[in-house]
């Protein structure tokens, strides 16, 4: 699970500000779970395999400390 903010999106690749400060390249395609339209700024909440790739992706508002 990665959660944290959009930086970019460029093409199937979102780039993820995480908790701890580093940038982390999630990649998706067809078969990855998107609710809601995800953009640049956004804070989400992604569920990933040990290859980095989205298997879900999420909006994470309201869910923050």
């Not at 940038?23 to 998706?28: K, M, N, Q």
Request: no cysteine; proline share 0%; aromatic share 4%.
């Amino acid at each position: 699970m990665i959660t944290g903010e959009v930086l970019r999106v460029e093409g199937e690749n979102y780039f993820v500000k995480g908790q701890d400060g580093k940038e982390v390249r999630l990649h998706t395609d067809d078969t990855t779970q998107k609710t809601g339209n995800i953009r640049q700024g956004d804070r989400i909440e992604a569920d990933v395999n040990d290859q980095n790739h989205a298997l879900s992706i999420r909006s994470a508002r309201g869910t923050e400390k």
